[in-house]
């Protein structure tokens, strides 16, 4: 079974700037998580989708946004980047989110200049 | 979420085994104990899990103390492929709201393994 695949991996922006992040869970998972990781705050839940719907979210501005398909594909947005905004962000499937094992992407790594 | 403690950093030698800890003492009845890695440049993996009972997969066991404040991830041999984070997290089932397909990090154990 194919794993959970994120796009683009890396992914270079300005200041003001918007950009979209894309995650295929694995197939059947329903649930999508994503999470912000920096090395002052480590990893950081952002927001949960399931069935199209966003169920959770963390403690982030509106900036950051997402949705999710009816195949399950997820994006995340984050408009008018910040240089604080610069973050491996990563994906994480799971057949229901609560509180089943999570497999993770390998991650986007965003750079804001 | 309960809180939980771990190590900043531990090392071992390759093929030694490793008791990697972890505390939780205000952890309620029925949260489950989760240990998820993540080595360099990738994204956390699933390790093993448990709910009071010892447990064994073919990664690792996790030894769970009798008042389930505590709890120990074990590597049996150690490999230089096992340089990781170690995250050891709690998760209630069926909390749901807030719950929902999140995991709370802490800042994780790093692990060295030398040849």
């Known amino acids: 079974k194919a794993g959970v695949t994120q796009t683009p991996r890396y992914l270079i922006k300005t200041r003001g700037q918007q950009v979209t992040l894309s995650c295929s869970p694995i197939?059947?998972?329903?649930?999508v998580s994503w999470y912000q990781q920096t090395p002052g705050q480590g990893l950081q839940f952002l927001f949960e989708y399931f069935s199209e719907t966003q169920r959770n979210k963390g403690n982030f501005p509106g900036r950051f946004s997402g949705r999710q398909f009816s195949n399950s594909r997820s994006e995340m947005n984050v408009s008018t980047l910040e240089l604080g905004d610069s973050a491996l962000y990563l994906c994480?499937?799971?057949?229901?989110?609560?509180?089943?094992?999570?497999?993770f992407g390998p991650g986007t790594r965003l750079t804001v200049l | 979420d309960a809180k939980t403690t771990q190590p900043n950093s531990m090392e071992s030698n390759e093929e030694e085994p490793v008791h990697l800890p972890c505390n939780h003492s205000?952890?309620?009845?029925?949260?489950?104990i989760h240990w998820y890695r993540q080595l360099p440049s990738q994204g956390p993996e699933y390790v093993i899990h448990g709910l009071t009972s010892n447990v064994n997969n073919r990664m690792a066991s996790l030894a769970i103390a009798e008042d389930r404040k505590s709890s120990t991830l074990i590597l049996h041999r150690a490999t230089l492929r096992d340089a990781a984070v170690y995250y050891c997290?709690?998760?209630?089932?069926?909390?749901?709201?807030?719950?929902?397909?999140?995991?709370?990090f802490g800042q994780g154990t790093i692990l060295t393994v030398h040849p």
């Open positions: 197939s059947g998972h329903r649930s």
């Open positions: 997290i709690l998760r209630a089932p069926n909390a749901g709201g807030t719950s929902y397909g999140k995991l709370t």
């Open positions: 205000t952890i309620s009845g029925t949260d489950y």
């Open positions: 994480a499937s799971s057949l229901a989110g609560e509180p089943d094992t999570q497999y």
